[in-house]
């Protein structure tokens, strides 16, 4: 069946359960059946619009994120004269305190760090603005850095302020806040870009990585590039424009003559035609098809990414309206959309406790989880961020996601013989329904769980397992919640 | 960006024109990779048999003391540096008397190993300009990238099974991984492009943990998760990822039943006990059940030796040696010693003096040991000065480059070019056999 590439607006009318879940999942990351019911009343608009405009939603009751800065932090003048002092005179054993020291703070800034991706994961888990989670994630994984070698828990957490800040705003302003981010900075090496010793790392990567794509500027355009970013570096937690550094000379930017800074640089790029192409298949892959190039779209997905780069330039790179327009649009609830992404680890996890209201259990664990799964917060692998799409499974990384949902549900963690204590009590999915009707109870699971996957086999296969068991049982609903999440399908969404 | 991975859209889609071509034996691919885990250990249509050569990787984490463990007896300024700390001369196991270079008593089994001509010592391996965090340093050996560290994204494995994964067949990917890593986290020395690891820390941490809790959930996981008929009702739609995910979830399956009847059937020798000699013990099962793995990457940690250093590390030592020992020991029993290579390696070396509190801090360069009858056996390169002059601030310089020693495993034993792998050309260690 042809791909319905239209960005008009759904109907009310075929604005269904599953169209309701489908954006849940989407725009969020998922949640109840209840929620899902909740969000199908309001209607397509108004229920895109209770995503979207979000700063409405009450978000007190978050945990506050609260982090030292100072764990690491430039040295003194006094102990830069007592390292030089050591160094001058041979000292070894002030040397080695010093160093002792300096390992003593990086310890603690890992320990911080640690703190700081639970208290984003479980914001991820908990908010009531699901949607500004969800695309803080998608600006982390798009301005791609680590705190491996960052290093430096305050600089992430202040990067994660900034992509929270302008979650849904307007995407000038990350463009622009990313070349004065000191976590960025430090991260492509622009404190090292000097007026007389160009580093080209963070000019070519926002041209590559967060503006552009490859081929759609030069080499020379690199140079210029850098030249326009010298002097943009940071000073213990603060961006600082040394103009010692810069290079205010003219430099010619893709064929056009200016004394460009680094502010400017960001400017000529966002009004490029390839910018706006370029976010609109990054929104286009985060919420629609996970591939790894835009190359790899079907023609008609082509054509709705080009659809959503017009409306960018024309809202000026205004997220909301074009977020608004594209979750309403009957494309996005096309057949061949709708249960047809691999979930992310952080979807899978996050997906899971709020569908099924889970305990959250222990954060280590699940951050182990998250690491091999291969989607450790503020831990991408590299400045293109995460490969996603198929790259996300395999049958090591597999294993972890079926036996994570089982962690979920029971506690139960793989080849350990104690559980946690926490008991999970899934009663609140089946109220409602005829309880000791197999056929009922399964079709309500599998749709709560599988939304559009659904394979008629799959059906039967639960009858079967519920009948040879002489039918419902105390502990029945819970065996099908381990086993719907075992499937395959559920690894999509 | 690459746009494959092994399990990417381009080879779902030739998994569909199968579906199309062949409709009658819709899970080709399935039924395929099934026979092919099920053929016979001599089938000599199995990889894994004579030229295919493995490498074992065992990470030291912690910064390994290398003067404590290689230890250079004959030079003065060793004792100099280290009143408290230095090895007797007299309990040294001397490997080079004229140079004065034996090996810390702990390692006696590992001595033993050198006396059948089976292990070897690379001394003093290092980098430019060495970083002294252990986080950063561990990058840098990993991705062998001084430059970029781990910002490089893949690591030297990694890359070089990318570059075998390209020459074999789509059925051999299938009968199993190309790497194995025995540990919490996979390694980014064993991260591709391409090739993903298989990694667990608990063998039975390698499938579905619900099987525990009753039978017949494990009979219903098998029914869902084995369910080849499940791809014949798919609809014939190119975009869809269904396919992929039931294909994933069954050679899962498969590699789970291979790994774990591996390692349940056990080793025909006895190990000792022991975090190492429990991780190598595994990884000889593996090699004795035939698997096609090429890579095994395990680690020992705890070689953090800031205070209290003697009895630690000789605990360590000596769980290495007896690991290596019965590791070997095992692989001649097997017949398979001649293709199985291992590799230690530490993310550093200590300060050449020793601190107050009967310790040592993060220094440079260290000693790689490497066993297996293919290695140079006993001291391979120079041992570093330890004289004033020969020092940078108090830390030794390095002899070898690191990224030599991988040049050397990856052409000459590994079969995979060294110059597209790291970047450049490394030249040799000088670790294996002419």
Same mark, same amino acid.
């Given at each position: 069946m042809a791909i319905n590439t239209s960005l008009a607006s759904l109907t009310d009318r075929d604005f269904g359960y599953a169209q309701a879940q489908h954006l849940l999942a989407r725009a969020g990351f998922g949640g109840t059946p209840q929620e899902i019911r909740k969000l199908q009343a309001l209607g397509v608009e108004k229920a895109v619009a209770s995503l979207v405009d979000f700063e409405s939603i009450d978000a007190a009751a978050l945990p506050a994120g609260e982090f030292a800065a100072d764990i690491l932090r430039p040295a003194t003048t006094e102990e830069k004269a007592e390292y030089l002092r050591a160094r001058r005179e041979n000292d070894e054993a002030a040397l080695a305190a010093l160093q002792t020291e300096r390992v003593k703070r990086e310890n603690e800034d890992r320990r911080q760090m640690r703190q700081l991706e639970h208290w984003w994961l479980k914001r991820i888990i908990e908010s009531p603005r699901p949607l500004e989670e969800k695309l803080t994630l998608l600006w982390?994984?798009?301005?791609?850095?680590?705190?491996?070698?960052?290093?430096?828990?305050?600089?992430?957490?202040? @990067?994660?302020?900034?992509?929270?800040?302008?979650?849904?705003? %307007?995407?000038?302003?990350?463009?622009?806040?990313?070349?004065?981010?000191?976590?960025?900075?430090? /991260?492509?090496?622009?404190?090292?870009?000097?007026?007389? $010793?160009?580093? &080209?790392?963070? =000019?070519?990567?926002?041209?590559?990585? /967060? #503006?552009?794509? &490859?081929?759609?500027?030069? &080499?020379?355009?690199?140079?210029?590039? =850098?030249?326009?970013?010298?002097?943009?570096? /940071? %000073?213990?937690?603060?961006? !600082?424009?040394?103009?010692?550094?810069?290079?205010?000379?003219?430099?010619?930017?893709?064929?056009?003559?200016?004394?460009?800074?680094?502010?400017?640089?960001?400017?000529?790029?966002?009004? $490029?035609?390839?910018?706006?192409?370029?976010?609109? /298949?990054?929104?286009? $892959?985060?919420? !629609?098809?996970?591939?790894?190039?835009?190359?790899?779209?079907?023609?008609?997905?082509?054509?709705?990414?080009?659809?959503?780069?017009?409306?960018? $330039?024309?809202?000026?790179? &205004?997220?909301?309206?074009?977020?608004?327009?594209?979750?309403?649009?009957?494309?996005?609830?096309?057949?061949?959309?709708?249960?047809?992404?691999?979930?992310?680890?952080?979807?899978?996890?996050?997906?899971?406790?709020? =569908?099924?209201?889970?305990?959250?259990?222990?954060?280590? #664990?699940?951050?182990?989880?998250?690491?091999?799964?291969?989607?450790?917060?503020?831990?991408?692998?590299?400045?293109?961020?995460?490969?996603?799409?198929?790259?996300?499974? %395999?049958?090591?990384?597999?294993?972890?996601?079926?036996?994570?949902?089982?962690?979920?549900?029971?506690?139960?963690? +793989?080849?350990?013989?104690?559980?946690?204590?926490?008991?999970?009590?899934?009663?609140?999915? #089946? =109220?409602?329904?005829?309880? @000791?009707?197999?056929?009922?109870?399964?079709?309500?699971?599998?749709?709560?769980?599988?939304?559009?996957?659904?394979? +008629?086999?799959r059906r039967e296969q639960m009858l079967t397992f519920i009948n040879e068991r002489g039918g419902m049982k105390d502990d029945s609903v819970l065996a099908l919640l381990l086993l719907i999440t075992a499937m395959p399908e559920y690894q999509l969404g | 960006m690459s746009d494959m991975t092994p399990f990417t859209r381009r080879e779902f889609l030739c998994g569909s024109l199968a579906i199309i071509s062949t409709i009658a034996s819709v899970p080709t691919f399935l039924r395929s990779s099934a026979t092919a885990l099920a053929a016979p250990a001599n089938d000599p249509r199995r990889p894994g048999k004579s030229g295919q050569n493995i490498l074992v990787v065992i990470q030291l984490s912690g910064g390994n003391d290398g003067l404590n463990a290689v230890v250079p007896y004959g030079f003065d300024d060793y004792y100099k540096a280290r009143p408290a700390l230095g090895i007797d001369a007299k309990t040294v196991l001397s490997l080079d008397d004229r140079a004065g270079v034996g090996l810390n008593p702990a390692l006696a089994d590992f001595k033993a190993l050198i006396d059948q001509g089976q292990a070897g010592v690379i001394q003093g391996v290092g980098y430019p300009n060495p970083n002294r965090s252990h986080f950063a340093s561990m990058d840098i050996w990993h991705t062998a990238d001084p430059e970029r560290g781990s910002a490089r994204g893949t690591g030297w494995l990694g890359r070089a099974l990318d570059d075998m994964g390209g020459k074999v067949s789509k059925t051999k990917q299938a009968e199993g991984p190309s790497c194995v890593c025995i540990g919490n986290d996979s390694p980014l020395a064993a991260e591709g492009k391409l090739i993903k690891p298989v990694t667990f820390d608990r063998v039975e941490s390698f499938r579905w943990a619900g099987r525990d809790l009753h039978p017949a959930l494990a009979e219903a996981y098998d029914v869902v998760n084995r369910d080849a008929a499940a791809a014949a009702e798919l609809p014939l739609n190119d975009q869809s990822q269904l396919p992929f995910v039931l294909r994933t979830a069954m050679n899962a399956q498969l590699a789970s039943d291979r790994i774990r009847a591996a390692v349940a059937k056990g080793t025909e020798t006895a190990f000792p006990n022991g975090q190492l000699a429990n991780q190598l013990r595994m990884v000889a099962s593996m090699i004795r059940a035939e698997l096609p793995t090429r890579v095994y990457y395990v680690a020992l940690g705890g070689f953090d030796t800031h205070s209290g250093q003697a009895g630690r590390q000789n605990r360590l030592l000596s769980e290495l040696g007896k690991s290596l020992k019965a590791f070997y020991d095992e692989m001649a029993a097997l017949g398979q010693a001649g293709r199985v290579m291992t590799l230690a390696f530490s993310e550093f070396g200590r300060r050449v003096e020793q601190n107050a509190s009967q310790g040592t801090d993060h220094g440079t360069a260290g000693p790689v040991f490497v066993a297996g009858p293919m290695v140079n056996a006993g001291l391979i390169g120079k041992h570093p000065s330890l004289a004033a002059g020969g020092l940078d601030h108090g830390d030794l310089v390095h002899a070898i480059d690191f990224r030599a020693v991988y040049a050397e495993v990856l052409d000459g034993w590994l079969g995979v070019e060294s110059k597209t792998v790291l970047g450049a050309a490394y030249g040799k260690a000088g670790l294996l056999r002419a």
């Amino acid at each position: 069946m042809a791909i319905n590439t239209s960005l008009a607006s759904l109907t009310d009318r075929d604005f269904g359960y599953a169209q309701a879940q489908h954006l849940l999942a989407r725009a969020g990351f998922g949640g109840t059946p209840q929620e899902i019911r909740k969000l199908q009343a309001l209607g397509v608009e108004k229920a895109v619009a209770s995503l979207v405009d979000f700063e409405s939603i009450d978000a007190a009751a978050l945990p506050a994120g609260e982090f030292a800065a100072d764990i690491l932090r430039p040295a003194t003048t006094e102990e830069k004269a007592e390292y030089l002092r050591a160094r001058r005179e041979n000292d070894e054993a002030a040397l080695a305190a010093l160093q002792t020291e300096r390992v003593k703070r990086e310890n603690e800034d890992r320990r911080q760090m640690r703190q700081l991706e639970h208290w984003w994961l479980k914001r991820i888990i908990e908010s009531p603005r699901p949607l500004e989670e969800k695309l803080t994630l998608l600006w982390h994984g798009h301005f791609a850095s680590n705190h491996r070698t960052v290093r430096d828990s305050y600089h992430m957490f202040m @990067q994660n302020a900034l992509f929270r800040q302008h979650a849904a705003g %307007n995407f000038a302003n990350l463009a622009t806040g990313i070349i004065h981010d000191p976590a960025m900075i430090k /991260f492509l090496d622009n404190d090292s870009n000097r007026r007389r $010793r160009p580093n &080209e790392n963070l =000019a070519r990567e926002l041209m590559e990585l /967060f #503006t552009l794509g &490859e081929g759609h500027y030069s &080499e020379d355009d690199i140079k210029q590039g =850098a030249r326009a970013l010298t002097g943009y570096t /940071f %000073n213990d937690d603060a961006f !600082v424009f040394d103009a010692k550094q810069h290079d205010g000379d003219e430099k010619t930017l893709f064929g056009q003559k200016g004394k460009y800074d680094g502010d400017g640089f960001v400017k000529l790029l966002l009004a $490029r035609p390839a910018c706006a192409e370029f976010v609109a /298949f990054k929104l286009y $892959r985060h919420f !629609v098809a996970d591939v790894a190039s835009s190359k790899l779209l079907a023609p008609p997905q082509g054509v709705v990414v080009k659809r959503l780069a017009d409306m960018l $330039r024309v809202s000026g790179y &205004e997220l909301k309206p074009v977020l608004k327009s594209f979750f309403a649009s009957r494309h996005f609830y096309d057949d061949s959309v709708m249960g047809n992404m691999i979930k992310s680890p952080v979807q899978l996890a996050a997906g899971t406790i709020r =569908a099924l209201r889970t305990p959250v259990r222990n954060m280590d #664990t699940l951050s182990n989880a998250m690491g091999l799964m291969g989607q450790r917060l503020f831990d991408p692998p590299t400045v293109a961020g995460w490969d996603g799409g198929p790259a996300w499974i %395999n049958s090591s990384t597999l294993f972890v996601r079926q036996n994570l949902c089982v962690y979920l549900l029971t506690g139960v963690q +793989p080849g350990r013989k104690d559980k946690e204590k926490s008991a999970y009590d899934p009663k609140f999915l #089946t =109220a409602g329904l005829p309880a @000791q009707s197999p056929p009922s109870v399964v079709d309500h699971l599998m749709v709560t769980l599988l939304g559009a996957q659904r394979l +008629p086999r799959r059906r039967e296969q639960m009858l079967t397992f519920i009948n040879e068991r002489g039918g419902m049982k105390d502990d029945s609903v819970l065996a099908l919640l381990l086993l719907i999440t075992a499937m395959p399908e559920y690894q999509l969404g | 960006m690459s746009d494959m991975t092994p399990f990417t859209r381009r080879e779902f889609l030739c998994g569909s024109l199968a579906i199309i071509s062949t409709i009658a034996s819709v899970p080709t691919f399935l039924r395929s990779s099934a026979t092919a885990l099920a053929a016979p250990a001599n089938d000599p249509r199995r990889p894994g048999k004579s030229g295919q050569n493995i490498l074992v990787v065992i990470q030291l984490s912690g910064g390994n003391d290398g003067l404590n463990a290689v230890v250079p007896y004959g030079f003065d300024d060793y004792y100099k540096a280290r009143p408290a700390l230095g090895i007797d001369a007299k309990t040294v196991l001397s490997l080079d008397d004229r140079a004065g270079v034996g090996l810390n008593p702990a390692l006696a089994d590992f001595k033993a190993l050198i006396d059948q001509g089976q292990a070897g010592v690379i001394q003093g391996v290092g980098y430019p300009n060495p970083n002294r965090s252990h986080f950063a340093s561990m990058d840098i050996w990993h991705t062998a990238d001084p430059e970029r560290g781990s910002a490089r994204g893949t690591g030297w494995l990694g890359r070089a099974l990318d570059d075998m994964g390209g020459k074999v067949s789509k059925t051999k990917q299938a009968e199993g991984p190309s790497c194995v890593c025995i540990g919490n986290d996979s390694p980014l020395a064993a991260e591709g492009k391409l090739i993903k690891p298989v990694t667990f820390d608990r063998v039975e941490s390698f499938r579905w943990a619900g099987r525990d809790l009753h039978p017949a959930l494990a009979e219903a996981y098998d029914v869902v998760n084995r369910d080849a008929a499940a791809a014949a009702e798919l609809p014939l739609n190119d975009q869809s990822q269904l396919p992929f995910v039931l294909r994933t979830a069954m050679n899962a399956q498969l590699a789970s039943d291979r790994i774990r009847a591996a390692v349940a059937k056990g080793t025909e020798t006895a190990f000792p006990n022991g975090q190492l000699a429990n991780q190598l013990r595994m990884v000889a099962s593996m090699i004795r059940a035939e698997l096609p793995t090429r890579v095994y990457y395990v680690a020992l940690g705890g070689f953090d030796t800031h205070s209290g250093q003697a009895g630690r590390q000789n605990r360590l030592l000596s769980e290495l040696g007896k690991s290596l020992k019965a590791f070997y020991d095992e692989m001649a029993a097997l017949g398979q010693a001649g293709r199985v290579m291992t590799l230690a390696f530490s993310e550093f070396g200590r300060r050449v003096e020793q601190n107050a509190s009967q310790g040592t801090d993060h220094g440079t360069a260290g000693p790689v040991f490497v066993a297996g009858p293919m290695v140079n056996a006993g001291l391979i390169g120079k041992h570093p000065s330890l004289a004033a002059g020969g020092l940078d601030h108090g830390d030794l310089v390095h002899a070898i480059d690191f990224r030599a020693v991988y040049a050397e495993v990856l052409d000459g034993w590994l079969g995979v070019e060294s110059k597209t792998v790291l970047g450049a050309a490394y030249g040799k260690a000088g670790l294996l056999r002419a």
